[in-house]
């Protein structure tokens, strides 16, 4: 048991100080013993548990998002208004700012999914968790009475559309789009599509 357990947490040492190094320094400029160097073990030893950057990068996207969701479980189910549940989830998902790690990492789990069958399943998988996370609070909404729809999940896939793309730019470090434009607009698009006066 001891073993697992201390196996378990060098997995974890290593998906973490990978997804440090391709936040940094995009996937394709990473080496293994970059990781290997930053986890504090032997490129031997990383390799015993992660034989390629892909497999890492599928890891560090998990993990990421693991957290999120963590997060979001601990934070936003106890906000009882619904607009503001709705925009406390937007400001957990979305880009904090240019560099945003996590989003970063995202950039390259999209661009190497399109050639990386395991990795685009996972992504998708994620992608799908993400807007049932995203539709439940929809749904809670309409329960309270403070949104109206008659289709949760086309909102929240247009929401999650928005707060990606977004992300993108305030990640990127658009002069235009910053966080407080983000906010800004898609509390504009929620209104537009739950609120009771459309």
Known sequence: MKRQVKGEA?????????AAEIAERGLANVRMSDIAARAGMSVGHLTYYFPTKAGLLTQAIQLSEESLHAEVAAVVSGVRDPWRRLDRLVEL??????????????????????????????????????RATLTD??????????????????????????????????TLGDQEVDVAVLRKLLTRAARAHLGPAR
């Open 10 to 18: 060098r997995e974890r040492l290593v998906v973490e100080a990978a």
């Open 93 to 130: 998902a979305a880009s904090t700012g240019r560099g945003d790690p996590g989003w970063v990492l995202w950039f390259e789990v999209w661009a190497n999914a399109g050639r990386d069958d395991e990795l685009a399943k996972v992504q998708a998988g994620l992608d799908a968790r993400w």
């Open 137 to 170: 609070v929809i749904r809670y909404g309409c329960d309270q009475g403070a949104f109206v729809t008659d289709d949760a999940e086309a909102v929240s896939t247009l929401l999650s559309s928005l707060i990606d793309g977004l992300s993108v730019h305030v």
